[in-house]
C-alpha cells in the first residue's frame, strides 16, 4: 500500500453534502384565480345533486321509512331481512346471468364489427353509421317495437317452419323470458363498444402489419399477437362499461316483460324501483340500492385492478 493510499485511509472522511432541493418550475407560478371561479361552483353544484342525496340514501336505508310521513331508526334491520329475502336473491342472481350474457356478446360482436369496418372496404362510415343508430333510439320506444315483434311476428314465423320453443312468444315464457332483454341490450349496447374499439385500432401504426405480413403471419395469429394486446386498455374499458350497463338493465324489462311472467326477469334496480316507489319499501329497497352500490363498486375494482395488471405484462 502507499504512502498516498495510507494517509486517504486514516484521514477523516467528509460527510456527503445535502443534494440542494430542486425548487420546481411552476412553485413561483401564479394560479389564474378564474380557473377557480369555475372549477368551485361546479364543484359545490355537483356534490349537492349527488353526494347529499347519496349521503341522505344511506341514512334512510337504517329506517323504516315509506318515502313520507314518520320513521324510526330501526338498524341493521333492512340490511339483514335483504340476505333473507328470496326475491332479492334471485333478482341478483337473473341480473348476473344476464349481464354477463349481455357483456360477453356485446364485446364478441362489437370487437368483430370494428376490426371489419377499420380493414379497407367500400362505404366504410355507411356501416358505421347504421351500426350506431340502435345506440340513439330510446330503450323504451324501441323497446315496445321489440314486444310486438316478439309478440306477433316471430311467433307466427316459429308456427310456420315448425319450431316448438318460438312458436309461443318469449315474453311470456318462464323458461326462455330472458331471451327477448338480452337481445335488445346487446342490440343497442354494440355500437357504443365499437366506437371505443375504433378508436383503439386506430391508435395502431400500419407498419406493423406490414412487418408481420413479411413473417408470413396468418391473419388469426395477427389478432391475437398483435391486435388485442395492442388495444388491450379499450378492451378494459369496454368491458367495465358494458358490464356496469348490463347490471344496470332497466329500460328493457320495462318495455318487454314488465318483471314477468311471474317475477321471472325482475333485475336489482328494477326491483328497487317497482318496490321502493310503487310497493311501500322506501327504506327497504333504498337499503336494497346501498347494497347493490357495494356491488357494482367492488366488480368495477377487480375489473380494472385484473385486467389492468394484465396489461402491464
Do not use: C
Amino acid at each position: 500500500m502507499s504512502y498516498t493510499t495510507m494517509a486517504n485511509s486514516g484521514a477523516p472522511q467528509r460527510e456527503p453534502q445535502p443534494k440542494k432541493r430542486r425548487i420546481s418550475a411552476f412553485s413561483d407560478r401564479k394560479v389564474d384565480r378564474a380557473y377557480y371561479w369555475m372549477a368551485v361552483p361546479a364543484a359545490v353544484v355537483f356534490s349537492i345533486f349527488l353526494y347529499v342525496p347519496f349521503i341522505q340514501g344511506i341514512a334512510y336505508s337504517f329506517t323504516n321509512s315509506q318515502g313520507y310521513g314518520n320513521f324510526k331508526w330501526i338498524g341493521f334491520k333492512n340490511y339483514v331481512a335483504l340476505f333473507g329475502d328470496s326475491r332479492v336473491g334471485h333478482a341478483y342472481l337473473f341480473t348476473f346471468f344476464i349481464a354477463v350474457l349481455i357483456t360477453v356478446l356485446i364485446n364478441v360482436i362489437a370487437m368483430f364489427l370494428a376490426v371489419a369496418l377499420n380493414g379497407r372496404i367500400a362505404f366504410k362510415n355507411g356501416f358505421r353509421a347504421i351500426y350506431f343508430i340502435p345506440y340513439t333510439l330510446g330503450v323504451l320506444v324501441i323497446g315496445y317495437v321489440f314486444k310486438y315483434i316478439f309478440m306477433s311476428p316471430l311467433p307466427a314465423l316459429g308456427k310456420a317452419l315448425h319450431i316448438g320453443w318460438l312458436s309461443d312468444s318469449l315474453l311470456t315464457s318462464q323458461q326462455y323470458s330472458w331471451v327477448p332483454i338480452v337481445f335488445l341490450a346487446v342490440w343497442q349496447g354494440v355500437a357504443y363498444s365499437v366506437l371505443i374499439y375504433l378508436a383503439g385500432l386506430q391508435t395502431i401504426d400500419s407498419e406493423i402489419y406490414e412487418a408481420a405480413a413479411i413473417d408470413g403471419v396468418n391473419a388469426w395469429q395477427n389478432f391475437w399477437k398483435i391486435t388485442f394486446p395492442l388495444i388491450g386498455p379499450f378492451f378494459t374499458i369496454n368491458l367495465v362499461l358494458s358490464m356496469k350497463n348490463a347490471l344496470g338493465t332497466f329500460d328493457q324489462v320495462v318495455a318487454l316483460t314488465d318483471g314477468g311472467p311471474d317475477s321471472a326477469t325482475e333485475t336489482v334496480t328494477y326491483l328497487i324501483w317497482k318496490g321502493g316507489l310503487t310497493g311501500g319499501e322506501y327504506a327497504y329497497q333504498t337499503a336494497n340500492a346501498v347494497l347493490f352500490f357495494v356491488v357494482l363498486a367492488a366488480i368495477a375494482f377487480i375489473q380494472l385492478k385484473f385486467f389492468g395488471d394484465r396489461e402491464k405484462v
